[in-house]
Each structure stands twice: as structure tokens, then as C-alpha cells.
């Protein structure tokens, strides 16, 4: 009505009526399939380009939109029970320095049985989860991620304030990428421990040097002393 341009899908099929051939034609309005698909290519080209943070914080993005929901975290599992969020975004907005416990919350029950989807009444099932509570969540969806062990080392869930009505393969997906992010959060902690064992080695080095400067200076001081004494006994001879 407003003459814009919308995607269509033309279905057209003959028919005989009265010893007559018509065309009988129905129209679809698809502008929504279209965008989902480009908001997949988009997500699929992010999870194959980028690395470390910037694919955590990209993905996260990217699934807001192709799953049309509020929030979407990409944590790793740390100790005590703790989800450290690797990147969040709530309401299209980045959020930083955020951990939750593991117990009692719907991601506790996708580590341990794999892909959980709850379209709504998320908050009645997960009560003592206060986070759902202050997010006002609705519906749940969440996949854990694994090392290259097959051991769980975090969690992919998203969120949504609206009864959750997942996009075609929405499983299928958010397990394909939850398996990368698996991937990246292993990269990440051999890259930590790498850098560790770098700094502990540095470390080692200058107290090495700075021990090897003093046995220098201890063993000047010394052929000093020495001189001294044989300089003195020769006056005394």
C-alpha cells in the first residue's frame, strides 16, 4: 500500500473448469524467510572469520537477530560453579564483567542434558534463578560447549521476553555454533596457559640475571679483597 517492495513467492497451478483451462495463482509474502536467511548468512560468515573475542561478541550479536530474542550468552564454565560470560549482549547492547552460579539455572540443566528449549515459563520452572527473574525472561534456549574431549567448558543460551517460537533448524544451529565456541574457549585457556608458563619463565629469566649479576659483583668484590690483603702483607714483609 505504501509502495515499498516486498519478497514474494508465486505458486501457479491449471486447473479446468467447464471444459475450460484456468490458472489458479497464490502469492506468499516471505519478506520474513528472506531476512531470517540473511541474518544466517550473516551468523554463519561470522562464525568462519572471526576468532577469539571478536567471535564471541559477533556471534552473540548475530543470534539476536536471526533468533529474534532479547539476550544471548556465550559463557565458560570456571570454577566453584560460575558462568563468566565471554560475551553478552541484552537489548542490543554489549554487557561486560558479568557471572552467574550454575546451580538452579536453566543452563545447569543443559550441561548435563544437552540442548534444553523451554518456550515459555522459563521463570516458573528455574525459580532461584533471580537473573531470569531481573531479565524478565519468558522463554529459554540453551546448548553447552565442548573441549576437544567432548568436556563441557561453558554454555550458549539464548533468552527471550516473549513466548519463543525458534526459526527453522534453530537447534541444529546454536549446536553447530556452540561447537566452535567450544573450540575458541579451548584456544582460549591453552593460549592462557601459554602466556602462564611465558610469564613464569620471564619471571625465572631476570631473577636468573639478576642472580648472575650478583655472583659477578661478589666475585669482583672478592679478587678486590684479595688484592687488598696481598697488597698489605707485602708492606708487612
Known amino acids: 500500500k505504501d509502495g515499498s517492495e516486498f519478497s514474494v513467492e508465486l505458486s501457479i497451478s491449471a486447473m479446468r473448469i467447464k471444459d475450460e483451462w484456468q490458472a489458479a495463482a497464490i502469492v506468499r509474502d516471505i519478506t520474513e524467510r528472506k531476512e531470517a536467511e540473511a541474518a544466517f548468512r550473516t551468523l554463519v560468515g561470522t562464525a568462519v572469520i572471526n ?11 548475530s543470534l539476536c537477530t536471526w533468533l529474534g530474542v532479547e539476550c544471548v550468552i556465550i559463557g565458560e564454565l570456571v570454577d566453584e560453579g560460575m558462568v563468566h560470560a565471554l560475551a553478552m549482549q541484552v537489548d542490543g547492547k554489549a554487557v561486560e564483567h558479568f557471572e552467574y552460579a550454575l546451580a538452579g539455572t536453566p543452563c545447569e540443566s543443559a ?3 544437552g540442548y534444553c528449549e523451554y518456550h515459555e515459563g522459563v521463570v516458573q520452572l528455574f525459580p532461584a534463578d533471580k537473573d531470569l527473574v531481573d531479565l524478565r525472561a519468558e522463554a529459554y534456549a540453551g546448548t ?15 533468552i527471550s521476553r516473549h513466548k519463543y517460537v525458534p526459526p527453522p533448524m534453530a537447534r541444529e544451529v546454536l549446536t553447530i555454533i556452540a561447537a566452535r565456541a567450544g573450540t575458541e574457549i579451548g ?4 593460549e592462557e596457559k601459554i602466556k ?5 619463565l620471564e619471571r625465572f629469566q631476570k631473577v636468573a640475571v639478576k642472580r648472575e649479576f650478583r655472583i659477578k659483583y661478589l666475585r669482583d668484590e672478592n679478587d678486590k679483597l684479595k688484592a ?5 702483607e707485602k708492606k708487612f714483609k
Request: glycine fraction near 6%; proline fraction near 2%.
Open 51 to 61: 576468532i577469539g573475542a571478536e567471535f564471541f561478541h559477533e556471534t552473540v550479536s
Open 187 to 190: 584456544r582460549k585457556k591453552a
Open 144 to 158: 553447552p560447549t565442548r573441549d576437544k574431549n567432548g568436556k563441557v567448558n561453558g554454555i550458549l543460551c539464548a
Open 228 to 232: 687488598r690483603i696481598e697488597e698489605m
Open 111 to 113: 550441561t548435563q542434558k
Open 196 to 200: 602462564e608458563q611465558m610469564d613464569y
